[in-house]
């Protein structure tokens, strides 16, 4: 689109202004320099307003068939990069309707009948947030499919998991990264839950009371893909629940990858050396020519404010709005806009970053044994073969682990003698649950980390997406 900064938008406001606003106002009123986003849903909705105003005999069918092709004609100019910008114009809406009357004359006019900027903004926005949802769901299933092609890889690769960061049990990666699956899988369901909330269409509201035209409003929820119209056209106005709901799924979407951006950033350090990322999501230092930054990861992490503080922002536009229509949810794009160019580039970086990721297994594997990350399993092996209680058992362990320690060795590095110090009852039949690999392999619950789980977990959820 070309700019200019010439134009009276007080032609199309009507004859209740005798004079034009201030130059701050007019700066301050225009949303066109982002709005210009909704002009694809802007004609779809004119043109399906317009095919429901000739089948119902407000409009002619004459008008109706230049107004259609005039709509045509200015979405290949936008497409083109022919449209002209008008600084004075405030929106997209207003410039697509001042250049329909330029090519088509009076009949133009007629489009507005039984329609008000206010459902025509909403059904726009609607329009939108709906793309938004499904191109978002796409690039999650990316995501899913990538983290899933690596989980099957690592089914079996041995691990540490981690509770506060401590050292807790021994895990496979596999497991660790169908977490992040379950994730996905989640916020895939939140946005197609907000997109089912959302498909009604406003349509025909008006300004705030409906209209006194003879208007066909399933005709036009039909046509343009809703599952019917909305219910009250105060409501119907007034709602940015959806594009609330859709930045709060948002929000939640970009805290997993925050933390999955986290485990990256930890992982490739030095100190860990779990993983590489490849030079395709790495940067180098200006001054350390030693130094791989994981920057795409920690540029994901970061956004995740960006997108919590859209979220932020829209509740506090609309916290104290009453009914209907006030100029405040003018401000409800933007937010939505960047969160959505946010999100989407965040969740393809990070598709990217876990196909390409390297994985250190001999690292990950030497770091599953250490910490004592089996004294869960001999204290279940006290329950379980010497009938001990839990609580009694967690004691012994406990005793055991401290040991270990002040002998500077790892559970299994401790003789029969030494553990029968502790506990008598113990017999040789212990080392038996002291390995990782025993100890990966015994957690079989469903839903756990045993190597044939994962892989159980992993062809679930491929079914799940298919």
């Known amino acids: 689109m070309s700019e200019t900064k010439t134009g009276d938008a007080n032609s199309l406001w009507g004859g209740r202004f005798k004079a034009g606003p201030a130059g701050i106002m007019q700066h301050i009123n225009a949303s066109i320099h982002f709005d210009k986003r909704l002009y694809a849903q802007d004609i779809a909705g004119s043109k399906a307003h317009c095919a429901m105003l000739a089948a119902t005999g407000v409009i002619s069918d004459a008008d109706a068939e230049a107004i259609t092709e005039g709509l045509e004609r200015i979405a290949g100019e936008i497409e083109a990069g022919t449209f002209t910008i008008d600084a004075a114009l405030e929106d997209i809406h207003m410039h697509i309707e001042a250049r329909l009357a330029e090519l088509i004359g009076e009949a133009a006019g007629r489009l507005h009948t039984a329609r008000s900027r206010n459902d025509q903004v909403a059904v726009d926005f609607k329009l939108w947030v709906r793309d938004a949802i499904d191109a978002l769901d796409s690039e999650l299933a990316a995501l899913q499919g990538a983290l899933l092609d690596q989980a099957e890889a690592h089914a079996a690769t041995l691990m540490p998991g981690f509770t506060h960061l401590q050292t807790a049990q021994p895990v496979t990666l596999g497991h660790h990264l169908h977490a992040y699956v379950e994730m996905i899988r989640r916020d895939r369901g939140r946005l197609a839950d907000a997109r089912a909330r959302l498909n009604e269409c406003p349509l025909g509201a008006a300004a705030l009371a409906g209209t006194s035209f003879p208007i066909d409003r399933e005709m036009t929820a039909r046509l343009l893909g809703f599952n019917r119209p909305t219910a009250n056209s105060l409501d119907s106005v007034s709602d940015r629940d959806f594009a609330l709901e859709f930045l709060a799924a948002a929000a939640i979407c970009a805290i997993h990858l925050s933390r999955l951006a ?17 030079d395709a999501f790495s940067t180098g230092s200006s001054i350390m020519p030693q130094k791989r930054n994981p920057d795409a990861a920690e540029l994901v992490r ?8 859209a979220l932020s922002a829209l509740l ?25 160019d946010s999100l989407q580039l965040c969740v393809a970086a990070m598709a990217g970053m876990i196909a390409d990721l390297a994985v250190n297994e001999e690292a990950l594997r030497q770091a599953a044994g250490a910490g004592y990350a089996t004294a869960t399993d001999l204290a279940d092996w006290l329950v379980r073969v010497l009938g001990m209680p839990f609580r009694r058992a967690h004691h012994v362990t406990g005793a055991i682990v401290k040991l270990a320690e002040d002998r500077g060795v790892a559970l299994d590095g401790l003789s029969l003698a030494d553990m029968q110090g502790v506990e008598p009852g113990i017999t040789a039949q212990v080392f038996d649950v002291l390995g990782v690999d025993k100890s990966v392999a015994s957690r079989t619950s469903p839903g756990g980390t045993a190597p044939a789980r994962v892989r159980e977990a992993i062809k679930r959820a491929r079914k799940e997406m298919s």
């Open 262 to 278: 986290e485990k990256i950033v930890v992982w490739s350090s030095a100190q860990f050396g779990f993983v590489t990322l490849s």
């Open 302 to 309: 970061a956004k995740a404010g960006r997108i919590i503080g």
């Open 316 to 340: 506090v536009v609309m916290k104290g709005l009453p009914l209907a229509y006030s100029k405040d949810m003018q401000e409800d794009k933007e937010q939505v806009f960047d969160a959505a």
